[in-house]
């Protein structure tokens, strides 16, 4: 998808686009999240969008996905686990080290693990699987939420005058690149 079509749905659908592409990216369908909100930041420099009304659909669109997220947990909670877990290679005894380890984590993960691609989307559901409080739940979700868009927003907006619209694409493919490498890296040096 082309820069300029992203512009083009966003002049068409207005700032709805901006919440759908937040909600997906939140629930595991895949979304380029962050360079997304990064690409809304720089709108905002270029004077084509605002700041405070973009902020605010992104940050209902990342809290509606960590509902949704959190909700299908709860509602398919551990027996669907127990059933359809072996094939992704979740054992019972995996869940509950990974229950624990979210358990001691929970306010960490939920708070900073916006910034880890993976750990954003499985959150919500090992909190609502694990049955993890609603009400802290909710709290953590609306702060975690809240940094993470306006940093990526703000990102963009500081570091958008700098940036050609036309190397976006660019920079978002050196990033996954970057990206890659390290889940690689690490990968083969646990390996060793």
């Known amino acids: 998808m082309s820069l300029d079509t992203v512009i083009s749905y966003l002049q068409n659908y207005g700032h709805w ?3 759908l592409v937040l909600f997906c990216g939140i629930t595991g369908i895949p979304a380029p999240e962050e360079s997304f909100l990064f690409l809304v930041g720089v709108l905002v420099a270029k004077g084509h969008l605002e700041f405070g009304t973009s902020f605010l659909y992104a940050f209902m669109g990342t809290v509606a996905g960590m509902f949704a997220s959190y909700w299908l947990g709860r509602k398919l909670g551990l027996p669907f686990i127990e059933r359809y877990g072996k094939f992704i290679k979740i054992t019972p005894d995996r869940w509950k080290a990974v229950e624990k380890r979210f358990r001691e984590h929970a306010i960490t993960t939920l708070l900073f693990g916006f910034y880890l691609p993976g750990l954003r989307q499985l959150a919500p559901y090992i909190a609502g699987i694990s049955t993890y409080s609603f009400l802290r739940y909710v ?3 609306f702060l975690g939420s809240g940094m993470w868009t306006a940093a990526f927003i703000s990102i963009g907006y500081f570091f958008g ?3 050609k619209l036309s190397y976006l694409p ?3 493919a050196a990033a996954l690149l970057l990206f890659v490498l390290t ?3 690490k990968k083969f040096t646990n390996k060793a």
Do not use: E, K
């Open 17 to 19: 686009i901006i919440l």
């Open 139 to 141: 709290l953590l979700s």
């Open 161 to 163: 005058d700098q940036v």
């Open 170 to 172: 660019w920079i978002a």
């Open 183 to 185: 889940v690689f890296r």
